[in-house]
């Protein structure tokens, strides 16, 4: 593992990792700290008066029953998006590399969502069901479905979740896509010859052979759902109705933008630095494992 | 004098003049951050232009920052950095915010007093200025500027449809509902609303003469309690949403939504902000009346006023002494009759001061464009009570979003309007208690 | 493939044809709804017929904007590739160089330094929102390019990549550079460099996406419609007050502003993929 040889040249390794801790030190380290003091303390909006207050901002956020619903709606929402992401995504790779026809093309054309931002996708979902004039809407009301993110709750989840798997499926699917073609031909052959059918060899070969893919993808969509799906719960509902769509990520956004107040923004920080240190060391572990697995 | 000291003395002098005067040149440059997106932002600039061109010490530089909640944001960030504006424009839910943060905020009068120019307080409009005047000393902290009341906008054509004489807007909730049971028979959607708190409640509750919140709506301390609970109120409420069963009321979102339903010509009826009236007129293709927010006869003493939405400008601590020389002189030019004037009539704010009232009045303003002077007739329909002059609670863009919440729930009969109003003003009466303790 | 079973392969043909057409649904609206003028825009139901506008629609939004985002678009759009650009180009050097340190340099607190750079991974921009733009804002960088781009160039998932892959070069090409009395940078150079050529593609094609698609950042630190970028501007587009929302110039800015991520997607896919996944592993 260690065992290679090095440069040992004294002053050119600071040099060269200089940049990178500067920037660090300044925009990550000390920004961090802030929002730790900043969580101890109330302030007035424009922060002319400062009083520690210990954790007496954590209290608050948590026998605010709204604060621990929005954990509710993080956890459904993230649920929701990890668990239609991956097996959407799966079922196309799993055609996509059944077909040897037009699988190139059949990529292309799947992966440039890719590119599009979390809100655009939301704009654009926005848009097809924009409650006066979007054209689902209207093919809805034909069913006899009023829809109205505006108002329901349950639609206005449902649209942001939809916004954004549209735009993971491509990620995922180009993972689960490599990860079926990385299977070893020979594998398949010996089960088909054992009499397995297509679907049988699936299960039975290929899902477990995914399995590192599989954990590696689950990670990066839970951070996914969590933190870069804001944009799109900006863009197509603010966080409405009631608070049927206020994530953890968009309350913190909402109190200290809106709301002005530092110290419960602040505290709400902190947890969630929290519930990412652990996502990492989870992600990090796996990954160990997953290596050692190859 | 040697040639030599000649030479240098006049160099000097050449440079000390050249000097001088680019120094003279240079006016006073003065940031005025708002919220006033296009057209909107388009008046500011003329009428900083104006300004600009009317002297030459003082640059008046209007940026726009986006929405109210944006602006001052970018407000609080700047001037925690240490490059505040000078001027920002904040909208009338954050005044206890501004007035909470008084190392940050220099109070308007004070502005004008310290650079001497003359203020008649007594010139504004007293249900405006007293929104946003200290309420001990009666002097302005922050300087009115565009100020709306909600207003009772009414579709001609359709009441004219639906069988409903249309010289009549409806005035009071009950021939409302009566007007919206016969626009529903018709096909239509009968009645919608914006701004449901600041219209449903608020204003409510100051057009019938009741409180909003205790110690005159928060006017006199920080201890104030949500009083919007209570059995007026809460009737009301239970009014609406027996309409919405009906199907007669249609809820369709926490902000303008409902104009665009009106002026598509779907619903017949709408109350929303006065300011509506400019994209009425741009989009809707049928005759269009307005009238006074409905009452309820039943109560005494209603109607009594209206109380404003929109916002002011606040002068912002730290600079020095010319720039501030510089706001006030710009600032008693925006209030001048002219401009007040020109301002109201361009965007459908209220006309801030009487002399502009007057004097749109006398240019025939009012005859030319019915229904433009509905909102300033509410405001001064009847001389102010002690809490009918405003709001002043603490975290109230919160409140609001909790009111818009559980009003949601109402509409979409889930609670009681009792439980939802007993539960608002729970909750925002935990809002304004964690606001007095940031502030102590 | 192994056997021939023709329903089963309609059958995985349609899935696939499906996933395209609800891939492709929205933007293709999205382009109809562009070609539109104003009044054909707001007709329910939408025609699915592309009408005749396009020119004159991104000729108004590339000078006028729409809506709170009524400053040019052409100028947001410009700060969005600068942004971009930047970004991506700063963390590919930056992480590389960093990256090149630890892996082939022993130097005292060189597992400090490592940690240090690990730690940011725990603290995406989400959890010290308000912080950063404080600090920012009191570096006098807020509505700059600086404020926009520094605080996101160091990015510890590029510094492991290049990491990673610099721990799979075998020890011979150090030792034959040694060997020819090539110094540290001299390594880097002509060896390291040149055999990173698909990462840095891979990681270019990424970051470029990052930077352009960058939503909370620009919000909080540009107030300014000028500094302002494309991705934003069209939220912004969307009308919250009374007037109403321009849609067929908004789908008009979404699509202008899809277009250079997906040119740099869709040119540099065969690495793109490659990288990717063999990056990961």
Known sequence: ?294 | MSSRKLLVSSISLAAALAFGASQAQAATEIQFWHAMESALGERVNDIANDFNKSQSDYKIVPVFKGSYDQTLAAGIAAYRSGNAPAILQVYEVGTATMIQAKKAVIPVSDVFKQAGVPLDEKAFVPTISSYYSDSKTGHLISMPFNSSTPVLYYNKDAFKKAGIDPTHPPKTWGELEADSKKLKAAGMCGYSSGWQSWIQLENYSAWHGAAFASKNNGFDGTDAVLEFNKPLQVAHIQFLQNMAKDGTFTYVGRKDEAVSKFYSGDCGIVTNSSGSLANIKKYAKFSFGTGMMPYDESVKGAPQNAIIGGASLWVLSGKDAATYKGVAKFLAYLTSPAVAAKWHQDTGYLPVTTAAYELTQKQGFYDKNPGADTAIKQMLNKPPLPFTKGLRLGNMPQIRTIVDEELEQVWAQKKTPKEALDSAASRGDDLLRRFEKAGS | MIENRRGFDLFCHAVLIVGVVLVVFPVYIAFCAATMSEAEVFNVPLSLVPSTHLFENVAHIWTHGSGSAASPFGRMLMNSLVMALVISIGKIVISMLSAYAIVFFRFPFKNLAFWLIFITLMLPVEVRIFPTVQVVSSMHMSNTYAGLTLPLIASATATFLFRQFFMTLPDELMEAARIDGAGALRFLWDVVLPLSKTNIAALFVITFIYGWNQYLWPILISSDQSMQTAVVGIKSMIASGDTATEWHLVMTATLLAMLPPLAVVLSMQRWFVRGLVDSEK
């Open chain 1, 1 to 294: 593992m260690e065992k290679r040889s090095r440069f040992n040249t004294s002053l050119l390794p600071y040099l060269l990792v200089a940049p990178q801790l500067a920037i660090t030190a300044l925009f990550f380290l000390w920004p961090a700290g802030e929002a730790l003091w900043q969580a101890t303390q109330t302030q007035d909006a424009f922060g002319t008066s400062s009083e520690f207050v210990g954790l007496a901002n954590f209290k608050q956020i948590f026998t605010d029953p709204l604060y621990l619903s929005s954990f509710n709606t993080t956890i459904i929402f993230c649920t929701l998006v990890t668990v239609s992401g991956l097996v959407i995504s799966l079922l196309l790779a799993a055609c996509a590399d059944r077909v040897t026809r037009g699988a190139k093309t059949y990529q292309t054309l799947l992966i440039w969502p890719y590119a599009v931002a979390p809100a655009i996708a939301a704009v654009l979902w926005s848009f097809l069901f924009n409650p006066s004039i979007g054209l689902v809407t209207y093919a809805l009301a034909k069913y006899g479905i009023v829809w109205n993110h505006a108002l329901n709750g349950s639609q206005a989840m449902f649209l942001v979740v939809l916004a954004s798997v549209w735009k993971q499926v491509s990620y995922n699917f180009l993972f689960f896509y490599a990860g079926l073609q990385a299977i070893p031909r020979s594998l398949i052959e010996a089960a088909a010859i054992d009499g397995a059918g297509p679907v049988r060899r699936f299960f039975g070969i290929a899902l477990p052979l995914l399995s590192p893919t599989s954990f590696f993808l689950l990670t990066v969509n839970v951070v996914y759902a969590f933190f870069d799906t804001f944009p799109v719960i900006d863009a197509a509902t603010g966080g409405g109705p009631a608070q049927s769509t206020k994530t953890l990520i968009y309350k913190i956004f909402a109190e200290g933008f809106q709301g002005l107040d530092i110290g419960s923004s602040g505290a709400q920080s902190v947890v969630l630095m929290v519930i990412v240190v652990a996502l990492t060391i989870v992600q990090f572990r796996f990954i160990e494992r997953r290596v050692q697995y190859s």
